[in-house]
């Protein structure tokens, strides 16, 4: 009796855990079903389509929510564009996909499988699916909710499809890795060195590619474009490989976490810290560039640049690194300078009476060298910040001056929001491509949901902020800091402790508009105070990149190009990743997230025009 009272529990609780087992399954075998009968009525309607001559039966309709979204890069269009709209996709997909020669869509085996997951605050069955066209290799991701009208039917949410390989072009990794031996019996020819140096060199030929610009960006697609065979040459004004992050100020780290930040094919080691201080990654950046076989020319500089449309060829002229000017003739120019390259300096008439210092935060280095002295800092942006933190920190008095309202965002947990998906124990490729997959609008809805919920968790800081007099925004309709990246290069602050120094009141604030004017010794309030001043800093970022195309392309290339970054009326970047309204220039810059994502987009775009594959896109 005592032996049957004693297993009765234990017999209980494994009867719970079989019942919660074939649950589980039945869930499973449930969500396979649904994917299942989707792909199969997307298969033959395609089919029925592609075997009519292009008729689109009404039945294609039934596939897709009336608010549904189709976001494409390349794989059927050759472009990066968002379709909003049952309507307009019946009107744009089935015709895209006739004209590339699509294959039947399968579930992709090496993917996680289908789920049911929550994006953009809505529950959706996800499931990653695989298929060709007469040129690529492709992949997608399908995202499935029940119709509120016919709750047994599952429409589609949103539908990715994007390219991975160009056919008989696939990138020599992994099993298609090169051997690095040389079948030559001739031991006495050159090795891999020689043959490296003299690549570099470009003595006796022109790279068919100059990327201005060794950042993160100029880096990632150098990286893309040699793994395809296309010959690159980065350049830089720089002294060293790296520079671009060693020379900025010496305090500066990344402001998130490692996982988010890998370059193309060589993820940072597992030992190094969650935030990587900038001078560990300039020595990355030497090693990636060396280890990737990238051919680098650092302190050489675009001076002139102009494009021959007969020859289909740029006449680009570079000063180099011993003094003299070298002329190439690439035939893609590749503009990899960051969201913008030219600091944008105030007109502050008054300015000039400032017998200081008066410098761009680009120029600041280090807070020690105004140990015991005063400061102003002009901007409330991370640079902003960071250097009011630096200078305070090595013993300057510090005076930050707010020019608009700024958005400010605890660096952990709040500013890590967006990258949670990152520590969902998936692969990086499988969250960059679940990133990549999410059309602009639904980004939008998270990033409301991320921006929410960061007010709530730091919603002491804030208040601390508000009552010091500082103006706070959250961005545009509410969506955060990504969005004010995405739309205008800054405008926020990661909080690493400066906004607890301006709340506690240990760093000072004043608006721009209490300022009266600018004096010898630092400036004069409206009210009559004065703040002196050693050095005067401005954090006052960068100018649109459309300056930098002016300088170097001249004004007509630049009006034919039009505005860089941003979205405008779009749902896409204008003008980045992709054809330009000028043959042969392009644009990549962002996060090292965007930069490791968008850079393989855009090297497959050049090497389809390279191997004819599509043809290049005129004025």
Same mark, same amino acid.
């Given at each position: 009796?005592?032996?049957?009272?004693?297993?009765?529990?234990?017999?209980?609780?494994?009867?719970?855990?079989?019942?919660?087992?074939? =649950?589980?399954? #039945?869930?499973?075998?449930?969500?396979?079903?649904?994917?299942?009968?989707? +792909?199969?009525?997307?298969?033959?309607?395609?089919?029925?389509?592609?075997?009519?001559?292009?008729?689109?039966?009404?039945?294609?309709?039934?596939?897709?929510?009336? =608010? %549904?979204?189709?976001?494409?890069?390349?794989? +059927?269009?050759?472009?990066?564009?968002?379709?909003? @709209?049952?309507?307009?996709?019946? #009107?744009?997909?089935?015709?895209?996909?006739?004209?590339?020669?699509?294959?039947?869509?399968?579930?992709?085996?090496?993917?996680?499988?289908?789920?049911?997951?929550?994006?953009?605050?809505?529950?959706?069955?996800?499931?990653? /699916?695989?298929?060709?066209?007469?040129?690529?290799?492709?992949?997608?991701?399908?995202?499935?909710?029940?119709?509120?009208?016919?709750? =047994?039917?599952?429409?589609?949410?949103?539908?990715?499809?994007? !390219?991975?390989?160009? !056919?008989?072009?696939?990138?020599?990794?992994?099993?298609?890795?090169?051997?690095?031996?040389?079948?030559?019996?001739?031991?006495?020819?050159?090795?891999?060195?020689?043959?490296?140096?003299?690549?570099? %060199?470009?003595?006796?030929?022109?790279?068919?590619?100059?990327?201005?610009?060794?950042?993160?960006?100029?880096?990632?697609?150098?990286?893309?474009?040699?793994?395809?065979? $296309?010959?690159?040459?980065?350049?830089?004004? #720089?002294?060293?490989?790296?520079?671009?992050?060693? #020379?900025?100020?010496?305090?500066?780290?990344?402001?998130?976490?490692?996982?988010?930040?890998?370059?193309?094919?060589?993820?940072?080691?597992?030992?190094?810290?969650?935030? !990587?201080?900038?001078?560990?990654?300039?020595?990355?950046?030497?090693?990636?560039?060396?280890?990737?076989?990238?051919?680098?020319?650092?302190?050489?500089?675009?001076?002139?640049?102009?494009?021959?449309?007969?020859?289909?060829?740029?006449?680009?002229?570079?000063?180099?690194?011993? *003094?003299?000017?070298?002329?190439?003739?690439?035939?893609?120019?590749?503009?990899?300078?960051?969201?913008?390259?030219?600091?944008?300096?105030?007109?502050?008439?008054?300015?000039?009476?400032?017998?200081?210092?008066?410098?761009?935060?680009?120029?600041?280095?280090?807070?020690?060298?105004?140990?015991?002295?005063?400061?102003?800092? +002009?901007?409330? &942006?991370?640079? @902003?910040?960071?250097?009011?933190?630096?200078?305070?920190? %090595?013993?300057?008095?510090?005076?930050?001056?707010?020019?608009?309202? %700024?958005?400010?965002?605890? $660096?952990?947990?709040?500013?890590?929001?967006?990258?949670?998906?990152?520590?969902?124990?998936?692969?990086?490729?499988?969250?960059? /491509?679940?990133?990549?997959?999410?059309?602009?609008?639904?980004?939008?809805?998270?990033?409301?949901?991320?921006?929410?919920?960061?007010?709530?968790?730091?919603?002491?800081? +804030?208040?601390?902020?508000? =009552?010091? *007099?500082?103006?706070?925004?959250?961005?545009?309709?509410?969506? *955060?800091?990504?969005?004010?990246?995405?739309?205008?290069?800054?405008?926020?602050?990661?909080?690493?402790?400066?906004?607890?120094?301006?709340?506690? @009141?240990?760093?000072?604030?004043?608006?721009?508009?209490?300022?009266?004017?600018?004096?010898?010794?630092?400036?004069?309030?409206?009210?009559?105070?004065?703040?002196?001043?050693?050095?005067?800093?401005?954090?006052?970022?960068?100018?649109?990149?459309?300056?930098?195309?002016?300088?170097?392309?001249?004004?007509?290339?630049?009006?034919?190009? &039009?505005?860089?970054?941003?979205?405008?009326?779009?749902?896409?970047?204008?003008?980045?990743?992709?054809?330009?309204?000028?043959?042969?220039?392009?644009?990549?810059?962002?996060?090292?997230?965007?930069?490791? $994502?968008?850079?393989?987009?855009?090297?497959?775009?050049?090497?389809?025009?390279?191997? @004819? !594959?599509?043809?290049?896109?005129?004025?």
């Amino acid at each position: 009796r005592n032996d049957l009272s004693n297993l009765m529990p234990m017999k209980l609780t494994v009867s719970k855990k079989v019942l919660k087992i074939v =649950n589980d399954q #039945n869930a499973i075998s449930r969500i396979d079903s649904i994917v299942d009968d989707w +792909l199969r009525r997307f298969n033959a309607t395609l089919h029925q389509t592609l075997s009519s001559a292009g008729d689109v039966p009404a039945s294609f309709a039934d596939l897709f929510h009336s =608010n %549904s979204f189709w976001r494409d890069a390349l794989a +059927l269009s050759w472009q990066l564009q968002t379709i909003v @709209g049952a309507t307009d996709i019946l #009107n744009s997909l089935p015709a895209a996909a006739a004209k590339a020669g699509i294959s039947a869509i399968t579930l992709d085996p090496q993917a996680t499988a289908p789920r049911l997951v929550t994006r953009a605050g809505s529950d959706a069955i996800e499931a990653f /699916f695989t298929f060709t066209t007469d040129v690529a290799h492709c992949r997608g991701i399908l995202r499935l909710n029940a119709d509120d009208s016919h709750p =047994n039917q599952y429409r589609a949410w949103t539908f990715f499809t994007a !390219i991975g390989a160009l !056919i008989g072009f696939e990138e020599k990794t992994d099993r298609n890795r090169p051997t690095g031996q040389s079948y030559s019996r001739d031991f006495r020819g050159p090795n891999w060195l020689d043959k490296r140096l003299a690549a570099a %060199s470009y003595e006796t030929h022109d790279p068919a590619v100059l990327v201005v610009g060794g950042g993160q960006a100029g880096l990632a697609i150098a990286a893309r474009l040699t793994q395809l065979g $296309i010959d690159t040459l980065i350049v830089d004004k #720089n002294r060293r490989i790296g520079d671009n992050w060693r #020379n900025r100020y010496h305090a500066l780290t990344l402001h998130n976490q490692l996982h988010v930040n890998h370059l193309p094919y060589m993820p940072f080691p597992p030992t190094w810290p969650t935030y !990587i201080p900038k001078d560990m990654l300039a020595l990355w950046f030497e090693s990636y560039a060396a280890a990737m076989e990238l051919n680098f020319w650092t302190q050489c500089e675009v001076t002139q640049a102009s494009y021959d449309h007969r020859a289909g060829r740029w006449q680009v002229v570079l000063n180099t690194a011993d *003094g003299g000017k070298r002329h190439m003739s690439p035939r893609h120019v590749i503009m990899a300078t960051g969201v913008s390259g030219i600091p944008n300096l105030p007109k502050i008439d008054s300015l000039s009476a400032f017998q200081g210092p008066a410098v761009h935060s680009s120029q600041y280095h280090d807070g020690e060298d105004w140990s015991g002295k005063h400061a102003i800092v +002009l901007g409330c &942006g991370n640079s @902003g910040h960071d250097i009011s933190q630096d200078l305070y920190s %090595s013993g300057a008095k510090v005076t930050m001056i707010q020019r608009s309202p %700024s958005l400010v965002v605890n $660096i952990e947990p709040s500013a890590q929001f967006p990258y949670k998906l990152y520590d969902e124990e998936r692969g990086t490729d499988e969250c960059d /491509f679940i990133t990549t997959s999410m059309p602009t609008p639904l980004v939008k809805q998270a990033h409301r949901h991320f921006t929410k919920a960061a007010r709530k968790t730091d919603k002491a800081l +804030l208040d601390g902020l508000e =009552n010091v *007099g500082f103006k706070l925004d959250f961005g545009d309709d509410d969506t *955060g800091w990504q969005f004010k990246y995405l739309t205008r290069g800054g405008g926020y602050y990661f909080n690493v402790g400066c906004s607890d120094l301006l709340a506690e @009141g240990k760093i000072d604030l004043v608006q721009f508009d209490q300022v009266d004017q600018f004096t010898d010794h630092g400036m004069v309030m409206k009210d009559g105070h004065k703040i002196d001043a050693d050095i005067v800093i401005m954090a006052t970022g960068y100018k649109p990149q459309e300056y930098l195309v002016s300088k170097l392309f001249g004004d007509e290339i630049a009006e034919r190009i &039009g505005p860089i970054w941003g979205f405008g009326d779009g749902m896409e970047l204008r003008n980045m990743y992709c054809q330009t309204g000028q043959p042969g220039l392009w644009f990549i810059a962002g996060s090292f997230a965007q930069c490791r $994502i968008y850079s393989k987009y855009l090297a497959l775009q050049i090497k389809a025009l390279e191997e @004819g !594959i599509i043809p290049t896109q005129r004025p």
